[in-house]
């Protein structure tokens, strides 16, 4: 899933890119939604790829 967005043609803003996984996670990860969703250190993509790998 990581790799499919990072190789996407579409140039998402580091929010967007955020925004984005954080939403595409499935619902048996809701507690990893929830702490990225209020994690203030999760700005940019690499901080998803860091919390995810």
Avoid: G
């Amino acid at each position: 899933m990581i790799r499919e967005r990072k190789t996407s043609i579409h140039v998402f803003t580091d929010e967007q890119q955020v925004e984005a996984n954080i939403k595409s996670l499935p619902k048996s990860w809701e507690h990893m939604v929830v702490n990225m969703t209020h994690d203030k250190s999760v700005k940019t993509f690499d901080d998803i790829v860091c919390h995810l790998e």
